[in-house]
């Protein structure tokens, strides 16, 4: 008998698993078999594919995800002893593992922006379409129609994208997106459906905890996101730090006054390594005045000081200027020999494969004061240069109204809109539009450069 119970049990689990899985995840892992299986197999592919195996069982790749996966099993430990998860949730718990858990760990360690890349996970989280997927999840077509339309619907989407990046695509881009938003109400509908007809067996506490379960373990897991995303951003600051500015030397000594005084403050750490870069301390003295001078400017930055028309701009109010359409400078900072600037990052248009046209926006100046504040474009693909062209005027105008005033808008627009080069004076300063074409390499490239100028450089 207790032999008997040995067994028992165990089967009783895995029919709760097996149960679980729908015939859409079926025909995914049929599919997604079957893919492996000639990507191994077929000669040309086979190698790539042995590397990728390779890669993924690196160590600097395991342990992380080693890590990460007890963590996830102490939560799932604690959500068992309160009786919110058994053995019918695994599938749902092993999905949210791979599709969650590890993809943003992936996406907290290359985010261009920590701020960004942990702000949209948070907000990400809990979302209407969640609740849809979820909706649709519930319920599968037979195995037979799942297998048959999967490849079909993924052809259709992937097709969709594909013809989205290609203006002359665009009415098929139209009509394949309606299409796939035909299937995609389909799915929802049916699923609707049935669970309206079933809805004594849908509405049931153990379909709410499968929805309830991947958000828990997401909010349980963002601690572990930040504590990463602290490692990641500590990690690549001394990395870089020994290859390209600090003294080997001095190495733990910044550690340890990273640790003390700026600790999970990974803005302020990405701001200190732009300054040791840019100032190369040779002792630990010049070490901590980098940190004791960033701190000044930090709190300059929370009360800015007032700059007269004579002299300039306010730097931090030069940083607001084209906010309104988007553009982000950065931080003000010092680069070498008493100049400082703030920049913006390249913001890329067009649907090139190689280059794309970019534009830019640059603020340069003093410690107290902007001098200089530019709008630079770049036409790396002369076809498709109208949009960016056309993007490069609203900015010089809106940049000309903001930091001089709408009568200058007036005076100067019709200038700025034909893209006729020219210099104008302003109060303190001027005011200049001009084009550079490119000496070899693109044919037909060149750079557009919109500068407004005051105080001692404008003078």
């Not at 649709?136 to 994208?161: C, D, N, Q």
């Not at 302020?268 to 040791?276: G, M, N, P, S, V």
Request: charged fraction near 20%.
């Amino acid at each position: 008998m207790i032999a008997v119970a040995r067994f028992i049990v165990p089967n009783a689990l895995m029919n709760d698993v097996i149960s679980s899985v729908t015939m859409r995840e079926v025909a995914a892992a049929f599919w997604m078999s079957a893919l492996l299986v000639w990507v191994a197999a077929y000669k040309p592919t086979r190698g790539s594919f042995k590397e990728v195996l390779k890669a993924l069982f690196q160590p600097i790749l395991l342990i992380p995800l080693g890590i990460a996966a007890l963590y996830a099993g102490a939560e799932i430990t604690l959500l068992h002893r309160v009786g919110w998860w058994s053995v019918a949730n695994l599938k749902t718990t092993v999905i949210w593992l791979v599709t969650f858990a590890f993809v943003t760990m992936f996406e907290v360690a290359t985010a261009k922006s920590r701020k960004a890349g942990f702000g949209k996970i948070v907000h990400d989280i809990v979302t209407v379409t969640g609740i849809l997927v979820f909706i649709t999840e519930l319920y599968s077509f037979p195995l037979l129609v799942e297998i048959i339309a999967l490849p079909v619907v993924t052809m259709i989407v992937m097709t969709a994208e594909m013809a989205k990046r290609k203006p002359d695509d665009a009415p098929a881009a139209k009509l394949l997106g309606c299409v796939a938003s035909f299937i995609g109400f389909s799915y929802l509908g049916f699923s609707l459906w049935k669970s309206f007809q079933s809805w004594s067996t849908t509405a049931t506490w153990a379909n709410g905890l499968e929805f309830l379960i991947p958000i828990l373990l997401s909010l349980g897991f963002l601690p572990f996101l930040y504590g990463w995303r602290t490692y990641v951003a500590y990690s690549e600051m001394f990395t870089t730090l020994s290859v390209f500015g600090l003294d080997k030397a001095l190495i733990p000594y910044a550690r340890w006054l990273a640790v003390t005084r700026i600790g999970s403050d990974l803005d302020t750490l990405e701001r200190w390594r732009k300054a040791i870069q840019s100032t190369r301390p040779s002792d630990k003295a010049e070490l901590r005045h980098t940190l004791t001078a960033l701190s000044a400017l930090q709190e300059r930055e929370k009360s800015p000081p007032v700059v007269q028309p004579k002299d300039g701009w306010s730097p931090y109010l030069a940083m607001q200027f084209l906010t309104d359409m988007g553009v982000d400078t950065g931080h003000y900072h010092h680069s070498f020999d008493g100049e400082w600037f703030a920049s913006s990052p390249m913001r890329e248009m067009g649907d090139s494969l190689i280059l794309r046209n970019n534009i830019a926006y640059y603020i340069d100046g003093t410690e107290q004061a902007a001098t200089t504040l530019k709008v630079k474009l770049n036409i790396n693909d002369p076809e498709k240069g109208q949009e960016a062209e056309d993007i490069f005027i609203l900015q010089a105008l809106l940049l000309l109204e903001k930091a001089v005033s709408m009568d200058a808008i007036e005076r100067m627009k019709m200038q700025i809109a034909s893209l006729s080069p020219f210099e104008a004076a302003i109060p303190f300063g001027s005011v200049s539009l001009r084009r550079e074409n490119y000496e070899g390499g693109i044919t037909g490239g060149y750079s557009r450069y919109f500068e407004i100028k005051r105080g001692k450089t404008g003078s």
